[in-house]
């Protein structure tokens, strides 16, 4: 082959080469397929504008357990676990019983030592009535016979007469003061007996407050709910839980009880925030502890005030916003937290297009429409509400065009 047979061959394949090197840079910078960049469709339906807020869930009602008040210092024998589930009438904490039974014994000896006085007052007592009775049976017989003795003084001499006189006044006086005596026995009896009476009783009401206190060494929880340990003030620092073994005071609280049924969520808002909500609103609730359900709402509540949260620095000033639940898990518990998210505007019929498709060039809010026969068509949309994943676009797309979710015509270098 010539020399420039094999320069014109050269010549050619550089053209061919150059050529491609063209049509590659024209198809990235200007007109290249849709191929490698994602693409979706514009729809028509409603836009809904979504608020979401970071939340916590709380139980409205909460049963707390105490430690019995007269029971004086006791040792638990027996706790549940931190967490665990509940029903009503359930066991969940239960005290070592000795000390307690051990009083309880104590007062029922005392309770029987104070029958057992009564017992014998009311004897001794008894036979010393019968005693006076006697007596003064006694004192109205020999009146009697005075009397009969002083009817006949007439016929008797006169000193013998005033003897007789004499005789029956002091057997008046002998029955008045039997009479006296047994009155006063009586009284006296009545009043020792009482009081005897008085400390069976006091003797009782003890015996009753230590059975009362053995049935408290158990604490039952009144609802179904989840057990939650409360911490022991008496270990430091920081406290820790109460566990078995463990002693508390007279009133101490062991554990609560959080009704499961009055489960609500909290959050706290931003004034900006404050101002796109209303009570009434509709609301969507994610505990993040529970990822596959969502659990529907409403706001019950919104603070009028605002209140300042020291949490974060430099403090904020937000307002407390409560979120009624429609239902609730069985894996929810307190404490959990919680993602609120709100619709706060809705537009119907509206022409919807994702927040990834559309781009800013040169102050323009553009999208990118695929062409027939390759590359892009630049579209110059006017966006008439903005929410977190969709625009409602009013100019620029229309429904069931396709637009680039990447930006397939990036900036030249």
């Not at 919680?338 to 019929?349: F, H, K, L, N, S």
Request: proline residues 6%; glycine residues 6%; positive net charge.
């Amino acid at each position: 082959m010539s020399r420039n047979k094999k320069r014109g061959l050269v010549g050619a394949a550089l053209a061919i080469a150059l050529v491609l090197a063209i049509a590659g840079v024209s198809g990235a910078f200007g007109g290249g397929d849709a191929v490698d960049v994602p693409t979706t469709a514009v729809v028509k339906g409603e836009f809904i504008d979504y608020m979401q807020v970071r939340g916590e869930v709380k139980a409205v009602r909460s049963i707390p357990l105490t430690a019995p008040s007269s029971a004086g210092d006791l040792q638990i024998l027996e706790l549940a676990k931190n967490g665990m589930n509940v029903k009503k009438g359930d066991v969940v904490v239960k005290f070592d019983p000795v000390p307690v039974q051990r009083t309880h014994a104590e007062k029922l000896s005392e309770l029987k030592q104070a029958e057992e006085e009564i017992g014998k007052t009311e004897a001794q007592y008894r036979i010393q009535e019968q005693q006076a009775d006697m007596d003064l049976a006694k004192a109205r017989y020999d009146v009697q016979r005075a009397e009969l003795d002083a009817a006949t003084q007439e016929f008797l001499p006169r000193l013998e007469g005033e003897q007789k006189k004499v005789a029956l006044a002091s057997a008046r006086e002998r029955q008045r003061e039997a009479e006296r005596k047994l009155k006063a026995l009586r009284d006296i009896s009545r009043a020792e007996v009482a009081s005897k009476r008085q400390k069976r009783d006091k003797a009782k009401l003890d015996v009753q407050q230590a059975e009362r206190q053995l049935g408290a060494l158990q604490l039952v929880t009144p609802v179904d709910g989840v057990v939650n340990i409360m911490p022991n003030w008496r270990s430091c620092c920081p406290p820790p839980d109460f566990k078995a073994g463990d002693r508390a005071w007279p009133g101490q609280i062991i554990a609560d009880v959080p009704d499961l049924a009055t489960m609500r969520v909290t959050a706290r808002l931003e004034e900006a925030e404050r101002g796109r909500m209303q009570p009434g609103q509709k609301v969507v609730v994610r505990a993040d502890a529970v990822p596959d359900r969502e659990l529907t709402g409403r706001i019950d509540d919104i603070s009028t005030l605002a209140r300042i949260d020291f949490s974060n620095w430099p403090p904020q000033r937000n307002f407390d916003l409560i979120v009624q639940l429609d239902q609730t898990d069985p894996r929810l518990r307190p404490g959990m937290t919680t993602a609120v998210r709100v619709a706060v505007d809705r537009v119907a019929d509206a022409v919807l297009i994702p927040v990834r498709a559309v781009f800013e060039k040169d102050g323009r809010s553009v999208a990118y429409v695929p062409k027939a026969r390759g590359g892009w068509d630049e579209r110059v949309v006017k966006i008439a509400r903005r929410g977190q994943e969709q625009l409602v676009v009013t100019d620029g797309v229309k429904p069931d065009e396709r637009v680039a979710l990447k930006d397939p015509i990036p900036a030249v270098k």
